[in-house]
């Protein structure tokens, strides 16, 4: 069967892999092939066990793969056979050199632009999805263009808004789709072919055309808004735990202003995911490369408090628990970064398990899908560590049961049974607020919410 329209997607992470899927899935008129470096997940996304988990993407690919989706680490081969390319390549935050530890290391992003110059024959469309910095198109446009083969390259960038965990619906529903192009005729001919892919299921009021520089800023401001809020109500959360006002009540309050919204207003143990710290510290090295270094402080101070609001996580234990953590067993209540996905990237949960076992206690951690990547990231720790999948089993004989992720099924276990295993005095310290604290406490727990007061039996 001929495919109108061949599309290539090159990294098949958490971005790459369900973004194509879904355009896939949507468009069983287009070929959309996925290819990747990496043998190993490309081989699991052509299996039954995927390499990541996102609710419904099981779903969405077995219904497309093999239809008019395929999954292929032949990169010069997609990029021949194919005219529309996304680029998803990881661009984290660099570790080396100048820039170290704030900008984007953008060198998985330039191989992949160097293939794509190298290895094409025929005109094609480039589609930023990665989160680059501003301006990054003019870079890649040079380096597509530097070789001179007579091949017409039209970048566009199109950032990717979807959030882990909620992907697929976020896809399926996105709040809006963000098209940047050039203001030439080619730029506005590839724009309206990009339009015309969405509009396969999403509505022409929700797809929103900019200038290229916008569409590649909006992204890093929309994630740095969103992290913003979430260090403005976890700032507030130390107050509130020295003043008896409740966070929550505070929240509700506030965000029921129209102004003001009452999204991301939930207190936690801070931030994590591969992108909003990235993003930020992306942002602040840009203000400060322009002479912004107002601009850059002020941004720089969102990321200050999410570190802030781990630690002092850490601190509460440790002073609720008589100053001394050495030999204690505490459980964490699950490591990803945030719930329905297994990705522990940045997750506040590294840097806790690492600070308890700084103090000599000893973790043991339970997750219902992060446990793989939680033995990765704490690899270096391993005598003090422990991994249990059964939560119940995973706190008893502990001393402390710490919530680091919120996901639902913390909320109802039996906690009189679990309070029953656990070494006496028992503690919870919630870092999400999900649990029932008032309920906890009559069992006989000590309870520690964040941002409001603590009920203890002391
Ligand atoms: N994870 C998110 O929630 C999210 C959301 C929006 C935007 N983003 C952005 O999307 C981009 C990708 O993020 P991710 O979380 O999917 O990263 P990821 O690390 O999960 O996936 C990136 C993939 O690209 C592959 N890759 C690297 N260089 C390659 C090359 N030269 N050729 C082929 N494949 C190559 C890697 O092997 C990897 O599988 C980043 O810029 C990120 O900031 C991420």
């Known amino acids: ?31 959309v ?15 039954d066990k995927l390499p990541i988990y996102e609710p419904g993407l099981d779903e969405v690919v077995q219904t497309a793969r093999g239809r008019n989706l395929f999954f292929s680490t032949d990169i010069e081969k997609g990029i021949k056979e194919h005219d529309i390319i996304f680029v998803s390549v990881n661009t984290p935050t660099k570790t080396f050199g100048d820039g170290a530890g704030m900008a984007a290391d953008l060198q998985y992003w330039e ?4 293939q794509i110059s190298k290895y094409s024959d025929t005109d094609k469309i480039i589609v930023e999805k990665s989160t680059l910095p501003v301006r990054t198109a003019e870079a890649l446009e040079r380096i597509l263009t530097a070789s001179n083969r007579g091949v017409r390259f039209e970048v566009l960038s199109n950032p990717e808004f979807m959030a882990e965990g909620t992907a697929i619906r976020d896809l399926e529903e996105p709040d809006r789709i963000l098209i940047g192009s050039r203001e030439t005729e080619e730029g506005r001919s590839a724009r309206d072919e990009l339009v015309g892919i969405y509009t396969n299921w999403v509505s022409e009021e929700r797809i929103i055309t900019s200038n290229i520089w916008s569409s590649e800023l909006s992204k890093l401001v929309s994630n740095a808004f969103l992290a913003q809020r979430i260090s403005s109500i976890n700032s507030i959360s130390a107050l509130c735990e020295k003043t008896e006002a409740d966070v929550t009540e505070v929240a509700r309050a506030v965000g029921m202003d129209s102004r003001i919204g009452p999204g991301f207003l939930n207190a936690s143990i801070g931030f994590g995911g591969s992108c909003f710290q990235k993003d930020i510290l992306n942002l602040v090295y840009l203000c400060r490369h ?7 402080d002020y941004w720089e101070g969102v990321v200050s408090i999410n570190d802030y609001q781990k630690e002092r996580f850490v601190h509460n234990m440790l002073s609720a628990m008589f100053n001394t953590l050495a030999g204690k067993k505490i459980c964490l209540f699950g490591f990803a970064f945030k719930a329905n996905t297994g990705d522990t990237r940045e997750s506040p949960a590294i840097y806790v398990a690492r600070r308890l076992f700084e103090e000599k206690a000893h973790v043991r951690i339970t997750d219902p899908k992060a446990l793989d990547n939680a033995r990765i990231d704490l690899q270096d720790l391993s005598d003090q560590i422990s991994y249990v999948e059964d939560p119940r089993e995973a706190a008893s004989g502990c001393d402390a049961i710490a919530v680091m992720t919120e996901w639902d099924m913390y909320r109802d276990l039996d906690y009189a049974r679990i309070y029953r295993s656990m070494a006496k005095p028992a503690f919870v310290f919630d870092g999400r607020n999900i649990l029932d604290h008032k309920g906890l406490f009559e069992l006989g727990f000590n309870v520690y919410p964040t941002g409001k007061g603590a009920l203890t039996h002391f």
């Not at 958490?14 to 070929?31: D, E, L, S």
């Not at 322009?290 to 850059?296: C, F, I, R």
């Open 1 to 31: 069967m001929g495919f109108d329209k061949k599309i290539l997607g090159i990294g098949a992470g958490y971005v790459g892999g369900p973004t194509m899927a879904m355009i896939a899935f949507k468009c069983p008129q287009h070929k």
């Open 33 to 47: 092939t996925v290819v990747d470096v990496n043998h190993d997940r490309i081989a699991r996304w052509n299996s």
């Open 111 to 114: 191989k992949t632009a160097r």
């Open 290 to 296: 322009y002479g912004l270094e107002d601009v850059a």
